[in-house]
Structure formats: C-alpha cells, structure tokens
C-alpha cells in the first residue's frame, strides 16, 4: 500500500486553511528538514503539504 493513504498511530495530516498559510508553513519544513522537497496540495478540507524525496517521489503527508 502506497504512503500516501498510510498513518502512523495517533497523528494526522497537517491541514492549513489558506494556501499562503500553507506555504509558509512548508517554507519552515524545508530550513527544519533539508533532505526532503515540499509541496503544497489542496485537498477537500483545506491545504496539505507533501514531503517528497528529493528524486521527486511522495513520501509523506506533513503530520501535525
């Protein structure tokens, strides 16, 4: 099963309302963990932000 529809236990996705919210928020990610790519993705309930392996591939959801 891919990563991106796996959790760990007791976290969950880290859900911005605003797309600028999103990015800034992604904009810290990137200083905090260098190794990894982040993008900002609308989803249904608001903005996400994906950690992607720096060859471009998903990884993960930025979990709160």
């Given amino acids: 099963m891919s990563r991106a529809f796996v959790s ?3 976290a969950s996705t880290l ?3 605003t797309e600028e ?3 800034n928020t992604a904009d810290v990610y ?3 963990e260098p190794d ?3 993008e900002v ?4 309930n608001g903005w996400m932000i994906a950690r992607l392996k ?3 591939t998903f ?3 930025v979990e709160e």
């Avoid at 993705?41 to 249904?44: L, N, T, W």
Wanted: net charge positive.
């Fill in 8 to 10: 760990e236990p007791g």
């Fill in 15 to 17: 859900v911005r309302a």
């Fill in 21 to 23: 919210s999103a990015r």
């Fill in 30 to 32: 990137r200083t905090i």
């Fill in 36 to 38: 990894f790519d982040f």
């Fill in 41 to 44: 993705r609308q989803g249904r």
């Fill in 54 to 56: 720096k060859d471009g």
């Fill in 59 to 61: 990884d993960s959801w």
